[in-house]
């Protein structure tokens, strides 16, 4: 299984420093400004959900995660954190024997940027931002190993805004299908990506991997 490593700033996976510090307000598709601060965790100032139609994720992985102390859990723990699937409290020990693990969800960028593009007042919005817009296209939650399994399983993985709830749908091999309904306040970790304008600054070009800082 593969390994990351959580402190209390920064989630760290394949090398890549993903963003901690206000998790429990992001959902796949949140945007808002990159808030810097010299005192504090980089983070993603959450304004505003964008409704996400059927858009296409990445094969999903089973993840282990390092703690490097107690306290960057329970951190977590103390703000509500609580397992995407409803299977109960997170504990160290649950970790440790493997009964919870994590797992990311990754909505493909081109889909991103297209659906973007699309939604002429929600695209108003992330331009008015200018510089500093991010889009959190990347989530990490804390789920049981049955789902885990499940969810890795699944092909043809695909995300959809349902009230307040991120809902992921994907086939298994039987022509069943598996289904996770992610709620608001149950994201460990998240990746941002920062939107490159087109010249006309009306249409998003492409979108630029953003990583958090060293500290």
Do not use: C
Request: charged share 25%; aromatic share 6%; proline share 3%.
């Amino acid at each position: 299984m593969l390994k990351a490593k959580l402190t209390d700033k920064v989630f760290i996976f394949k090398g890549t420093r993903y963003f901690s510090a206000g998790a429990e307000n992001i959902q796949l598709g949140t945007y808002g400004r990159k808030s810097i601060s010299p005192i504090a965790a980089s983070r993603l100032d959450a304004a505003w959900r964008f409704q996400l139609d059927n858009a296409l994720i990445e094969r999903v992985e089973p993840i282990s995660i390092e703690l490097e102390t107690k306290k960057s859990l329970n951190a977590k723990t103390d703000v509500g954190l609580k397992a995407a699937d409803g299977s109960g409290d997170i504990t160290i020990e649950k970790f440790r024997d493997s009964s919870l693990v994590v797992i990311k969800f990754h909505i493909l960028s081109g889909p991103l940027s297209e659906a973007f593009n699309k939604n002429t007042p929600e695209l108003n919005k992330l331009n008015d931002i200018k510089r500093n817009s991010r889009i959190a296209n990347q989530i990490f939650v804390v789920v049981s190993a049955e789902t885990a399994r499940k969810m890795t399983s699944a092909i043809n993985l695909q995300a959809k805004t349902v009230g307040n709830n991120i809902e992921i749908v994907g086939s298994l091999e039987n022509m069943n299908e598996t289904k996770i309904s992610i709620a608001a306040g149950t994201t460990l970790a998240y990746g941002l990506v920062q939107p490159v304008w087109m010249k006309n600054k009306l249409q998003i070009e492409s979108l630029r991997t953003d990583q958090h800082g060293p500290g």
